[in-house]
Structures are given as C-alpha cells and as structure tokens.
C-alpha cells in the first residue's frame, strides 16, 4: 500500500507558477502508473494529467496541455506537476493517485489510492 502527500500549493498571481509535489512511502511506487485531479467547489473532481510507472507517458487535460507538465523521479518516491502560465480556473484543489484499477488514464475510478490534497489559488 503505498501512503501519498501532496505539497507545494499556494496562492499566486494569474500567469504565475507552481510546482506540486507528490511524495509517496510505501512499497511500489515506481510499479504504478499515477494522476493528478483537481476539484473546485461545487465541482467534480476531474482529470489533469497522468504519467506510466516508468515515466514514459504521459496524458494531460486539453484545459492544461502546454501550461503543465507532469514528471517522476522513481528514486525519491516522488510525482511532481509544474504549473506554468496559471489561469483564475486552475484554482482547485489538487489530489495525487495511484492508478490500481484498471481503466483509461483520465478515468477518476481507475484510482484507488488518493493523497489528501493541496490548495492552488490562482488570483486575477
């Protein structure tokens, strides 16, 4: 079972960046493929990006690609997601998974295995 920690959320200006970090402990992390959603309020949790256990692939939502890029470092247990040229819309909050299940990258029920979360706020 493999434990996992979002960090590196804040609050930053519209065209600003972040980088999340997703740290994992546990057995297995660089066996698994792994995503990132996002939920704003009074919205569902949708798909961001996705990346193959041995970082070879990876999948990004049309409202990120070119701004996002989602990468691993299987030797540090770590996912992270670098934010470029953030959009008021981009405020979430912003949740790593394990993709345990199988199904398409972007399906939010091939993950089984959830961080708790960290807030992005992307004022404007």
Known sequence: QVQLVESGGGLVQAGGSLRLSCAASGRGFSSYDMGWFRQAPGKEREFV????????????????????????????????????????????????????????YNNLRAYNNWGQGTQVTVSS
């Open 49 to 104: 990006a996705a990346i193959t256990w041995n970082g070879g692939g990876a999948y990004y939502a049309d409202s990120v690609k070119g701004r996002f890029t989602i990468s691993r470092d299987n030797a540090k247990n770590t996912m992270y997601l670098q934010m470029s040229s953030l959009k008021p819309e981009d405020t979430a909050v912003y949740y790593c998974a394990v993709q345990g299940r199988s199904g398409r």
